[in-house]
């Protein structure tokens, strides 16, 4: 790869990036409300409590990647099972990193120790495996 194209890809990753978090902050405050909702108003166990709100919020996640940070070409039954998968992983993330963070903190807070561990990994996933394509992958 010749250095100006190196130096247009990283652009487009940093830009499909920032549209990644952007997604990824409704996605999240959408995790927040609903696990702040199940705690405080419904009393559910905290771990239970985030593991149903990032279920829920994947399925946001999901659609508003697909159309606005990805633009993907494939269709939803190429891109689904991927995301489905990467999602699940995910949610074993967030779940493990809030479990072992909770006797520690408050669950907000742990929350938020798990938000971030699984950023990037989910990134990564969707970028180079979900919805690659050949400028991404070159």
């Not at 100006?4 to 990753?13: E, G, I």
């Not at 239970?48 to 829920?56: D, E, G, N, T, Y």
């Not at 699940?88 to 929350?111: D, I, K, S, W």
């Amino acid at each position: 790869m010749q250095r100006y194209d190196r130096t247009v890809y990283l652009k487009q990753l940093l830009g499909r990036f920032g549209r990644f978090a952007a997604v990824g902050g409704v996605a999240t405050a959408l995790h927040y409300l609903l696990l702040v909702a199940l705690v405080e108003l419904f009393g559910v166990d905290e771990i239970l409590s985030s593991a149903i709100a990032f279920s829920i919020s994947s399925v946001a996640n999901y659609f508003l990647n697909f159309y606005l940070t990805f633009a993907a070409d494939l269709p939803h039954r190429q891109a689904l099972p991927k995301f489905v998968l990467v999602a699940g992983l995910g949610l074993v993330v967030n779940t493990l990193c809030f479990t072992l963070l909770l006797p520690f903190l408050p669950y907000l807070l742990a929350q938020a120790g798990a938000t971030l561990v699984t950023l990037a990994s989910n990134f990564l996933l969707q970028q180079f495996w979900i919805y690659r394509g050949p400028q991404w992958n070159s």
